[in-house]
């Protein structure tokens, strides 16, 4: 079972902290540019944690109060435009090995621009989550064409903010681990979520294995 938690450097440094000294392998993606993202990439390396950039990328509806990360992706870039944001997006975040989207429903299902961007990723030798913020996306199957080491969401963690969905939502994804040999879980850096990972992480490590997004990505390519 593989768990990323999104939205680092966003959130406070010592919720980051807290997160990281959860004794098991997962992944931290960090938003890149936010005041405390390399603060966070750096605690995340520290802690033994695997690191991935959180890369802002445009979607469909824009909601009052939804941020979508300084400088975001946009479907009206040029392609010139779009493959130098990532790579100043990437140069941003120190220690990374990988990336996942955040948010993205206007952008991952358009096969043209998700290749401007994973050749981009691809250059850096990272590999891709496709976070699966819309049914229609192709990022996985684009980057797994380009040769990249790939994965997608098996279910969100967090999507309500309280211990007993995260639970729900966990116990769903250890169901699926076991179905099929693995799954990827996302949360985000909120209280609520580290609590609920603080009591389930040590009480599912006789149920699944845990194993880093890298990792998973890595054996899902052979």
């Given at each position: 079972m593989?768990?990323?938690?999104?939205d680092?450097?966003?959130?406070?440094?010592?919720?980051?902290?807290?997160?990281?000294?959860?004794?098991?392998?997962?992944?931290?993606?960090?938003?890149?540019?936010?005041?405390?993202?390399?603060?966070?990439?750096?605690?995340?390396?520290?802690?033994?944690?695997?690191?991935?950039?959180h890369l802002?990328?445009?979607p469909?509806?824009?909601?009052?109060?939804?941020?979508?990360?300084?400088?975001?992706?946009?479907?009206?870039?040029?392609?010139?435009?779009?493959?130098?944001?990532?790579?100043?997006?990437?140069?941003?975040?120190?220690?990374?090995?990988g990336?996942?989207n955040?948010?993205?429903?206007?952008?991952?299902?358009?096969?043209?621009?998700?290749?401007?961007?994973?050749?981009?990723?691809?250059?850096?030798?990272?590999?891709?989550?496709?976070?699966?913020?819309i049914?229609?996306?192709?990022?996985?199957?684009?980057?797994?064409?380009?040769?990249?080491?790939?994965?997608?969401?098996?279910?969100?963690?967090d999507?309500?903010?309280?211990?007993?969905?995260?639970?729900?939502?966990?116990?769903?994804?250890v169901?699926?681990?076991?179905?099929?040999?693995?799954?990827?879980?996302?949360?985000?850096?909120?209280?609520?979520?580290?609590?609920?990972?603080?009591?389930?992480?040590?009480?599912?490590?006789?149920?699944?294995?845990?194993?880093?997004?890298?990792?998973?990505?890595t054996?899902q390519r052979?």
């Amino acid at each position: 079972m593989t768990v990323v938690i999104d939205d680092a450097g966003l959130a406070e440094p010592s919720l980051v902290q807290r997160l990281c000294r959860i004794a098991a392998p997962f992944s931290v993606a960090v938003l890149p540019g936010e005041a405390h993202s390399v603060e966070c990439a750096e605690i995340a390396h520290r802690a033994g944690k695997e690191v991935m950039v959180h890369l802002p990328l445009e979607p469909l509806s824009k909601p009052p109060g939804l941020y979508l990360g300084r400088e975001p992706i946009t479907f009206d870039m040029a392609e010139d435009a779009v493959r130098l944001r990532v790579r100043q997006h990437l140069a941003a975040v120190p220690h990374r090995v990988g990336v996942n989207n955040h948010m993205g429903s206007r952008i991952t299902p358009d096969r043209q621009r998700m290749t401007w961007i994973l050749q981009e990723i691809k250059a850096k030798g990272l590999f891709f989550v496709d976070s699966r913020t819309i049914k229609d996306t192709v990022a996985c199957s684009v980057a797994r064409e380009l040769g990249i080491p790939a994965a997608q969401r098996t279910v969100y963690l967090d999507n309500e903010r309280s211990v007993p969905a995260i639970r729900t939502q966990w116990q769903q994804c250890v169901a699926a681990a076991q179905k099929d040999g693995w799954a990827l879980a996302i949360g985000h850096v909120h209280d609520e979520t580290i609590t609920a990972m603080e009591e389930l992480v040590p009480a599912s490590k006789g149920v699944v294995r845990f194993i880093t997004a890298g990792e998973l990505t890595t054996r899902q390519r052979h």
